[in-house]
């Protein structure tokens, strides 16, 4: 194959946050229908061309056992701007000539769809993780590793090119969600990555991807009819790492009153997880209770249509009772180490999107100022949430055009090559 095209989907985290950074909490994750696309093209001899149109930047250099050296040093920018590309490919590299595959040269193109940046404010979807994941499968496959047959070796190359770029932190649950789609995850040991030096020979890689890891990532969907609102806040950005610092800090501090908080979070998570199993069962062993409970769950009052449906609105209640209860707990989290989780007028924000029609509301992933995430039961009422964000006087709050997407990471064709090609 001398021309290799793969694509990986953003994230939305909803419920996790934080949490999910422990062994054995778990997350629930979906991936949305905006993508990163991911180009290699082989050349002659051991040349490597990188092509980040997004960061208007272009890099030269050669491959020399597996490393990648570039023929002009990189200024700061330059080094930050395509670290995730470069370590992804590079490990991949490493892992091919261990494997004895002959490598040659090649160009690779990466670009995002725009819903990942609007107005220069991130929009909270996980681009790093989803440009390491395409880059990662479109060189596996460019040198013969089909996408299909291989996600969970490109899940721990992935995993492991983003926990470096990233200097070792974080669960990982966004990398798992570009390759594998919308699951419930709990995260790797993270000694298997710690473990490894900075500059990790072809040996120390190939180690480290061919053994077991101890993640899961089991399929688990959002039901039908659910829907997702998404709203970026325009102008504003949160730093993931920073919250995180402050909450490590507080755990170390207070060792006893974060592992209680932490139980207390997975629990209601894990009861999320549940119900959203058991809403997913009643959706395809009786879709027509589904139907009419779906209907009766829009409803504030009890009608007509709820009667005889005890069991099955009680698990939408079940799933909306854990889904707040969760969220207020990381609010909590956030109080008690001062991190800006979620400040007062964000949770103002919630309550009167929920006012306003969605079923339930939060800052999704880690939280903060990126975008407000909401899961609505109806057409009517996602348009109602859409437009009291685009009124809200408070902040300005742009309501993105995306959807749920249970596809992982892919291969691409010439349509998709189609596509890139004119922003190239």
């Known amino acids: 194959m001398k021309i290799s095209i793969a694509s990986a989907p953003g994230k939305i985290l909803w419920v996790g946050g934080y949490s999910v950074l422990e062994r054995p909490n778990t997350s629930f994750v979906t991936g949305v229908d905006k993508r990163v696309y991911a180009k290699v093209e082989l050349l002659k001899g051991n040349k490597v061309v990188f092509d980040l149109p997004q960061f208007k930047l272009k890099l030269d250099g050669r491959i020399d056992n597996g490393k990648i050296t570039f023929d002009n040093p990189l200024n700061e920018k330059g080094a930050a701007d395509s670290k995730f590309v470069r370590i992804a490919a590079e490990t991949c590299l490493k892992y091919l000539k261990g494997k004895g595959k002959r490598l040659k040269g090649f160009h690779l193109i990466t670009i995002s769809d725009p819903a990942f940046s609007v107005e220069g404010s991130k929009a909270g979807l996980g681009s790093s ?87 899961s990532a089991q399929p688990l969907e959002l039901p039908p009819k659910f829907l997702v609102a998404i709203g970026n806040f325009i102008g504003e950005s949160a730093s993931t790492s920073e919250m995180v610092k402050k909450i490590n800090a507080f755990k170390e501090a207070q060792p006893e009153q974060y592992k209680q908080l932490m139980a207390e979070l997975n629990a209601a998570n894990q009861l999320v997880i549940t119900a959203l199993a058991a809403i997913n069962k009643l959706a395809v062993e009786n879709p027509e209770k589904y139907k009419l409970a779906l209907k009766a769950a829009l409803r504030k009052r009890k009608s007509k249509i709820a009667e005889g449906l005890d069991y099955e609105l009680q698990l939408f209640n079940d799933f909306r009772g854990e889904f707040d209860k969760g969220r207020l707990l990381t609010k909590k989290l956030g109080e008690l180490s001062s991190a800006p989780v979620e400040p007062p007028e964000y949770s103002e924000l919630i309550e009167r999107t929920k006012e306003n029609g969605a079923f339930v509301a939060k800052l999704p992933g880690a939280g903060g100022g990126d975008a407000i995430a909401a899961i ?32 992982g990471v892919r291969k691409e064709g010439k349509r998709a090559l189609e596509k890139i090609t004119p922003n190239i």
């Open 129 to 215: 993780a989803a440009v390491t994941t395409a880059t990662t499968a479109a060189v596996l496959q460019v040198f013969g590793y089909k996408i299909g047959e291989n996600k969970d070796l490109i899940h721990k190359i992935a995993q492991f090119a983003h926990s470096k770029a990233q200097g070792k932190v974080g669960s990982g649950f966004d990398v798992a969600a570009s390759t594998y789609g919308g699951h419930s995850y709990i995260r790797y040991s993270p000694a298997i990555i710690k473990e490894v030096p900075d500059d990790p020979s072809i040996e120390q890689v190939l180690s480290v991807i061919d053994k077991g890891w101890d993640y």
């Open 376 to 407: 609505c039961l109806s057409k009517k009422t996602k348009q109602k949430v859409e437009d009291f964000w685009r009124n809200y006087q408070n902040k300005k709050i742009n309501p993105l055009n995306l959807g749920i997407s249970n596809d």
